[in-house]
């Protein structure tokens, strides 16, 4: 019996500590989990290519440096500058004694360019695009802007234009400027550094991808040589080695860009864009290191896999509201002066969002109504057929949104489901007189119940 009793109480005990223990021992949730992905870098951010929805952000405002990913900027005003005719692609350039000499520099990227020779800009763009070569860059500038000074000013005036935020340029490589032999840009410190949140550069990255698609034409291309079939022929090597055949090649998507970095500086960063199954995202991170606090090409590659795979895991393009969409709430607005009292509302076109795939039943429409449109609360006829009254915006009923990197959410009109005609004078003069007597009842109504 007494043994009976022991092990009565043995299980009595040890039940409480089995239950702690089970507690204890759940993993979080996939969601939970995946809320902060704990990567080993200064900064990083995870974006939708196509409508700049951020999908991930770690410490994404605080400006650092960007080494080589500076070029991206040098890229848009490239491209813009051909757009607009002011440069082509077969203009050639004459080499100067600045970009010769930092041609020379092989501990630096660089195609040797000869004093006395030309260069195309196309080839002086694939240089810089795939081999990061520096002089090539910067004989780039010099053609757009006559000096690299003169093209720095225009690279932080571009940057105000695409709403960049605490960015500074002080050279078109992204190279510390005591690298350039002491001509660096005027106006700028002898040992200064392009600096940017990792926000902005994605938002960068986000507007050159938009404005000049054809960047990847280029960023794409693994392997090319410089001046083929002549004496200054080098190979170029695309830094980029995720892409297709590389050494630290994404086998879970395409890898198609952008734009790697290094200086003892900015550590290891990287601008990755990649797609899959019609999506498209662009990753950034920088000063990348490893389980030791080692910078290296493959830390900064295994951080934006890591970036990728949590993106098309997790998010995919959902229609949160579709068109035609009535709102429960408010499916009408009141009409003045028409020949009906009501009008009904609906949405136009369909909103789609790249989010969360377990979290679609937490983004919510909510109706905008344009009040500019109402009088007194309501629409004035004559109203057509289609007119719009407004838009609905989407909205996370719980959790952390990040919103998008322009800081413009997506929205859709809201329109009228029919036309109302004016009422004519007659009918305007007997709603007048109801309207009169309505009022004046609801005035003696008042006042008696005043009375009592």
Known sequence: MKSVWNKALVRWLILPMLLVSTVVAQPKSADAADDNLNLLVDSAILIDADSGKILYEQNADTAVGIASMTKMMTEYLMFEAIEKGQIKWDQRYSVTDYTYRISQDRRLSNVPLREDDSYTIKELYEAMAIYSANAATIAIAETIAGTETEFVTMMNKKADELGLEGYKFVNSTGLNNADLQGSHP?????TDENVMPAKSVAKLAYHLMKDYPEVLETTSIPTMKFRE?????????????MLPGQVFEYKNATVDGLKTGTTDFAGHCFTGTATKDG???????????????QGSYKARFDATAALFNYGFSQFSKEEIVPAGYKFKKQKQLPVQKGKEDFVGITVKDPIEMVIKTSEKDLYVPKLVIDKKKLTDG??????????VVG??????SEGTDYGYITGKSVTSKVVTNDAVERASWFSLGLQAVGHFFANLW??????????F
Do not use: P
């Open 186 to 190: 005027e106006g700028t410190g002898e």
């Open 229 to 241: 079939g002549t004496s200054d022929e080098i190979k170029m090597d695309n830094w980029n080695f």
């Open 279 to 293: 999506m498209r995202v662009i990753a950034v991170v920088t000063k990348a290191v490893d389980s030791k606090g």
């Open 378 to 387: 309501s629409l004035e006829a004559a109203i057509k057929e289609d007119e």
């Open 391 to 396: 838009q609905v915006e989407v909205v996370k």
């Open 442 to 451: 609801d005035g003696a109504k008042g006042f008696v119940t005043g009375l």
